[in-house]
């Protein structure tokens, strides 16, 4: 009997088997529908075998006889829909989830509603190392396929002004580092964590960590490059042209990605370097979702259907198109660019936590645009949280500082506080927007803000709408290029009776936007008694989202799941 490998979300990297058949003879009973969310890769595959999964439950007892439909979704497209269906909408509401690595499963389990939801054990029907792809000459002249490059060496020759001509190829210009979005994309979220790791190793203080960062950051030239889109000239591009690889980037993807890029046949092709730091591997779980939603009978089929692709013909599609088997030494066999017998450390998986803090951090560096965060300082945010002896405003004050220290010195970013006043406006600009190296009293605005947050005080009601109003005024007004957020924290609802009301405060907000200057508003709604309808549709109106923190300890993780995507 086949084993099914299961990988626990442990954070160490645990890899177990079992043996568990099911019976081969007999008749399925019930029936369930089976709704799989799957990643778009991924899902090109499984889809073609849905109809099979379902005759082959139909002679193995102890099963329900099932419908399956596989839909191609990414993470945040599931994110999306499982979200509607925990606010009551459970219309084709997903039962099962396959993305193409488990690292989105612990992304969204950030957010503790997605983590009721998402189990913490699952079965592993493939797996995929990150690499760097580069275009195969120039992976030669790094040695390939012999020798393969740490991170720090490339980050190093990128950082030289020689650049290839230090590897006698000044034809090729400088040494590009290119970076998919890893808040999007598989390989930039798995090379993301494994840059973080490698800097994080041996570093106490934050500042040392940020200046580590800050280099790496440095030595990426664009942090939106892909393998199809960075590399894509080499499918058309003749290798014996001078110039056909001047200023070609490499760029971490999936080696799945670059046996499917050199399987249609390119004029170059483009080799995986497999960097001996040690990167993530992009393992594909099956998450039958634990949800009100789905039945007994949808979840032990989302076991059968792990199963099924594991032992029948399925796993030879996933393997035909780039995927190697659940055990990641399961070579990728034949395929031009790829070494059967790397990579040779793979590190463990990080804990959610340091997935949470990488992200925040890296796309803090990264960010554009600006950033206007505001608190909400009524009185009932000083209530005290049991679980942490911490009041609700400490908690909530601890995220701001916890956050600060890894935003580049040219973002954009502001810090406003919230009550009823008796006269006058019901805001405090205790940092106006602004760059955060801008000189403000004797020191910077990052200074400024890190300074000024221990200091706030609790008191008063909350005055949600007009400070809405306000906050988004004022980030429109002084609008950059990139992502312009305003972050709402509040514990409690609108009780200033001077105030428009909620519709007013929605209308307002469509008809002063401006298409060619969007501003998003992302809400988090802290504790039980906030209004987390009206935060959801302010967040809905101005294209942002809106985040629960039903337990206020989890604030800091929403805060930074809020900032990341």
């Known amino acids: 009997m ?12 645990l890899v177990a088997t079992r043996d568990r058949g099911i019976a081969s003879s007999g008749e399925c009973s019930g029936e369930a529908a089976l709704r799989i969310n799957a990643a778009g890769p991924v899902a090109a595959v499984l889809d073609d075998y849905a109809d099979d999964f379902d005759e082959w439950v139909e002679d193995r007892d102890g099963l329900p006889c099932t419908t399956t439909k596989v839909t191609s979704v990414t993470a945040q497209g599931f994110s999306a829909a499982v979200g ?18 488990a690292l989105w499963r612990a992304v969204l389990a950030r957010d503790p509603r997605m983590a009721q939801v998402l189990p913490r054990t699952y079965p592993v029907v493939a797996s995929t190392p990150v690499v760097f792809a580069a275009p195969r000459p120039m992976a030669e002249a790094l040695g390939w396929p012999d020798r393969q490059p740490s991170w720090q060496q490339l980050s190093a020759l990128a950082a030289d002004p020689k650049g290839w001509a230090a590897l006698k190829h000044p034809e090729w210009g400088r040494m590009r580092l290119e970076w998919p979005n890893p ?37 990426v030239s664009d942090a939106t490059g892909d393998l199809s889109g960075a590399l894509g000239t080499l499918r058309t ?51 039958g979702l634990d949800a009100e939603w789905v039945s007994p009978a949808q ?3 989302s076991e059968a259907f792990a199963d099924f692709v594991v032992q029948g013909p399925a796993q030879a599609a996933m393997k035909k198109v780039g995927w190697r088997a659940a ?12 070494v059967a017998t790397q990579p040779r450390y793979t590190p463990a998986q990080p804990s959610q936590d340091v997935l949470a803090r990488t992200l925040q951090n890296w796309t803090a560096l990264d960010r554009r ?13 000083k209530e005290l949280v049991a679980t942490t002896g911490q009041s609700r405003l400490d908690l909530a004050k601890g995220a701001v500082l916890a956050s600060l220290p890894f935003f580049a010195d040219e973002a954009s970013v502001g810090l406003w506080t919230f009550s009823r006043a008796e006269s006058g406006r019901d805001w405090v600009e205790v940092v106006p927007l602004g760059r955060l190296d801008r000189r403000v009293g004797g020191g910077t605005a990052r200074d400024t803000i890190a300074a000024a947050v221990p200091k706030i005080k609790a008191a008063n009601d909350t005055a949600l709408y007009e400070t809405t109003l306000a906050a988004v005024a004022a980030v429109r007004e002084s609008w950059q290029p990139g992502p312009n957020t305003v972050v709402i924290i509040s514990d409690g609802k609108n009780e200033d009776p001077g105030s428009p009301s909620l519709e007013t405060t929605l209308q307002r907000l469509v008809d002063g936007a401006d298409p060619s200057t969007p501003v998003e508003v992302l809400t988090i709604a802290l504790g039980s008694s906030a209004d987390a309808k009206a935060l ?7 294209k942002g989202r809106a985040f629960t923190a039903a337990q206020p300890e989890d604030l800091e993780s929403v805060f930074l799941t809020a900032l990341t995507g």
Do not use: C
């Not at 990605?257 to 170059?268: G, I, Q």
């Open 84 to 101: 509607r269906a925990l606010d009551g909408n459970t219309t084709d509401a997903p039962t099962t989830w396959v993305p193409d690595s």
């Open 299 to 301: 979840r032990r089929a």
């Open 183 to 219: 808040l999007t994309a598989t390989a930039g979220l798995g090379s993301t964590v494994a840059v973080y790791r490698d800097l994080a190793i041996g570093v106490e203080a934050t500042d040392d960590l940020r200046r580590r960062l800050v280099t790496a950051h440095n030595a």
């Open 237 to 287: 591009a003749d290798p014996a042209d001078a110039e056909t690889l001047r200023d070609l980037p490499i760029v971490p993807a999936t080696e799945q990605e670059v046996v499917a890029f050199n399987r249609a046949k390119p004029k170059t092709e483009v080799a995986a370097l497999y960097p001996t730091d040690g990167w993530a591997v992009s393992e594909v779980p099956v998450l």
């Open 327 to 338: 055990r990641l030494d399961s070579a990728v066999t034949g395929s031009a660019g790829v």
């Open 2 to 13: 086949l084993a099914l490998v299961l990988a626990l979300t442990t954070g160490v990297g």
């Open 536 to 542: 959801n549709n302010i967040a809905a109106v101005t």
């Open 369 to 381: 645009g600006s950033l206007l965060v505001v608190l909400d300082t009524s009185g009932s945010m």
